[in-house]
């Protein structure tokens, strides 16, 4: 094998195949679990879901997890659940995702709430918060977070109302992330995997969105105050 089909490897532009994998193991002489391991990354390997990885994280979960700790701004719509980044432990456990399955949702929202420069604006469907996701009590808790949120100076969560016309954000959540060397990437989250879009012409678009839900979302007060009617009724439940 050459330097050059070595280096790509290292660099993530490209997989190696089973048979190279066995016959690197032979060369630097990595037997035993290790060496089962090893392949068993390399037969995992699918054009769909890119490696497993021995961590059980995809390639593509990885490089989510790479463009969200880059980013100088992060904007994420979230019609139907609380996103990773606001979860509670008790919420979390509730629910599970390819991009934050194995890395720690807490290790991931103290990055970004230690990073005072980083950005965070929330857009949130009520389905979110009227389904009782884990019970009354991990409800409870979850809107308790939201609120704190709310008193961040880095965070913003404002909530979208049913109701409204037709938005091309109704085909589903993303996170729009902004980074100072490029034109950003859009982050799609699916059952056991995840898509990062960077094509310019398909960030604006998501752009666009961004835009419409800005101007359909309630105020960061009128949030706080439905917020609390919820927290309210929770109380009682």
Avoid: C
């Avoid at 994420?76 to 509730?94: F, G, H």
């Avoid at 008193?151 to 993303?174: E, I, K, T, Y």
Wanted: aromatic residues 6%; glycine residues 6%.
């Amino acid at each position: 094998m050459s330097h050059a089909t070595v280096s790509r490897w290292l660099d993530g532009t490209l997989l190696p195949t089973v048979d190279q994998t066995k016959a690197l193991a032979d060369s630097l002489g990595i037997t035993g679990q290790a060496r089962a391991d090893l392949l068993q990354v390399a037969e995992w390997v699918n054009p769909n879901r890119g490696t497993r990885g021995l961590f059980g994280i995809s390639d593509r979960a990885a490089d989510a997890l790479k463009v969200e700790h880059r980013a100088t701004a992060i904007v994420e719509w979230s019609p139907l659940r609380i996103p990773d980044l606001l979860q509670t432990d008790a919420y979390a456990r509730r629910v599970t995702d390819e991009t934050s399955g194995v890395t720690s949702k807490a290790e991931r929202q103290k990055a970004l709430f230690e990073d005072t420069r980083k950005k965070y604006e929330v857009f949130l469907g009520l389905p979110a918060l009227t389904w009782r996701v884990g019970g009354a009590n991990v409800m409870t808790q979850q809107v308790e977070r939201l609120i704190d949120t709310l008193d961040r100076q880095s965070a913003v969560v404002r909530l979208v109302p049913d109701g409204s016309d037709w938005h091309d954000g109704r085909l589903g959540g993303f996170v729009l992330y902004d980074r100072e060397d490029d034109d950003g990437a859009v982050l799609i989250q699916h059952l056991g995997a995840a898509t990062v879009l960077t094509d310019r012409e398909l960030v604006r678009r998501y752009r666009r969105v961004q835009a419409e839900l800005e101007q359909l979302a309630l105020t960061a007060e009128e949030t706080r105050q439905r917020l609390d009617a919820l927290l309210r009724e929770l109380s009682t439940a």
